[in-house]
């Protein structure tokens, strides 16, 4: 019911996010919590996906925090499954309050292929961030995306690479399985220079 992984932290500004995966048969989303250097993180959303085939069904959770200490420390996920996964990334230049910016969470059918997922994204020169699980074959970016983190089991976390514009904003994986899939996405707001 516990799973710990190893994150290293570099620069200033910084935003750490950590994307959660649970298996369990019930929607277990609100008991799941993560810490980062035994600080507590921040839920960005979550979703609870009912049709899976492969899995009885799948807990997915995306997690932030600002200001993350520097260095190696551990993510520790906890929830009721003893099936656990986690993926992170973290980000330096990002502005240190009223994060997310935007966010949404979406699924795609048994039988799909690529899910895309779109935010309206409010702040300028905003980054966006994604995760996703399809738990089956690794997951592969899709339009405007680019993996960061990807394994066999299904899980995808990526981003845009860049900043995107404002307004409505998408991002997307991809996988070549049967199973549903379903993702959250948010976009991430910099530092913004002081003027005089």
């Known amino acids: ?12 500004d910084l ?3 950590v994307y959660a995966f649970s298996n369990l048969t019930t929607d277990d989303t609100a008991n799941m919590t993560c810490t980062y250097n035994g600080v507590a993180m921040t839920a960005v959303d979550s979703i609870f996906d009912t049709e899976p085939i492969d899995h009885a069904a799948r807990n997915n959770k ?3 925090l600002i200001n993350p200490a520097t260095g190696a420390n551990n993510i520790v996920l906890t929830a009721s499954s003893a099936y656990l ?5 973290s980000y330096t230049g990002v502005k240190q309050s009223a ?3 935007s966010k949404n969470t979406g699924t795609l059918a048994v039988g799909g292929g690529t899910l895309t997922i779109s935010t309206t994204v409010v702040a300028d ?9 399809s738990g089956d074959t690794t997951p592969t970016a899709g339009a405007s995306t680019t993996a960061r983190k990807t394994n066999g089991d299904g899980m995808f976390l990526g981003d845009s690479n860049g900043v995107v514009s404002t307004g ?5 994986f991809t996988s070549v399985g049967v199973a549903s899939r379903a993702g959250i ?3 991430f707001s910099p530092v913004v220079a002081a003027t005089t």
Do not use: E, K
């Open 15 to 17: 935003i750490l996010f």
């Open 185 to 187: 996405v948010a976009s």
């Open 85 to 89: 996964r986690t993926q992170a990334a």
């Open 62 to 64: 995306l997690f932030y």
């Open 1 to 12: 019911t516990t799973n710990t992984v190893a994150h290293t932290c570099t620069g200033t």
């Open 125 to 133: 020169n905003c980054w966006m961030i994604i995760g996703g699980d």
């Open 99 to 101: 994060q997310p910016d």
């Open 168 to 172: 409505s904003q998408s991002l997307a």
